[in-house]
């Protein structure tokens, strides 16, 4: 083949490199229940790619997906979805859509998800994408996620997939008794995947893995760049 060609994934090609994807990168490395694998090894990640990029759809890293944003490594999406215990009956917020492929895993393992992103392209890129694939029931927003969606609240749970400084206070705020909110915290060039609980005593926190995220912009985040 001539340099700079790529043979594009065919949809069982893609089937294979997604199981492929779960037992190696995900079922050998980490400790996820077999709902988060299920839903893993279904949502299909190819389709949330620019056209050129689908063929390292399932490799193990991020991917650029336009506007400077990247679309999540899938051992850290398993990772959020892990923490976030979800056991189908949930409304999920969805803050920093990208690709909207973490959106379409939520909505394998929940009732409900909203999702919103600041940059109106890969919002609209991520609705056609959603409904392409099948979640259609996905809301996509568009606006500063760092102030959550106080018309859409109470959640169960809230997922962050942009970093912040700390765990915005709104989003803490619109979490449901018992909710939970999973945030990569800490500077713009590296982080920690904190999990925090909404409790009657007050916010509940743990500490995951380090991990590094693209910045939320915003009130509740970091200033714009
Ligand atoms: N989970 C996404 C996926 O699976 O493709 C990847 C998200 S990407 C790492 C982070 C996204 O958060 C970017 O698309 C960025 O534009 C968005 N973002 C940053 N700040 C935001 C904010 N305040 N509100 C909503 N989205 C924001």
């Known amino acids: 083949m001539s340099s700079g060609q790529v043979t594009p994934l065919t949809s069982s090609d893609a089937t294979e490199a997604r199981a492929q994807m779960v037992e190696h990168q995900l079922r050998r490395r980490g400790s996820f229940d077999e709902r988060v694998l299920e839903a893993m090894a279904r949502v299909p990640r190819d389709r949330f790619l620019p056209e050129e990029l689908r063929h390292l759809a399932y490799e193990d890293g991020a991917l650029p997906i336009g506007s400077g944003q990247t679309i999540s490594q899938p051992f850290i999406v398993a990772t959020i979805c892990q923490l976030l215990e979800l056991s189908g009956d949930e409304r999920v917020l969805d803050v920093g859509t990208g690709s909207g492929y973490q959106a379409a895993v939520l909505a394998e393992l929940a009732a409900e998800v909203v999702t919103i992103e600041r940059v109106p392209e890969l919002a ?79 916010p509940l926190e743990r500490a995951s893995l380090p991990c590094r995220f693209v910045p939320l912009v915003g009130a509740e985040g970091f200033a714009g760049s």
């Open 124 to 202: 609209e890129r991520a609705r056609s994408a959603l409904v392409q694939a099948g979640y259609a029931d996905v809301e996509v927003l568009v606006g500063d996620g760092s102030l959550g969606v106080p018309a859409r609240a109470p959640f169960d749970r809230i997922a962050v997939a942009a970093a912040a400084p700390v765990v915005p206070p709104a989003l803490y705020d619109q979490l449901v008794e018992g909710g939970r909110v999973v945030v990569p915290r800490g500077g713009r060039w590296g982080q920690q995947l904190v999990l925090v609980e909404r409790t009657k005593k007050g």
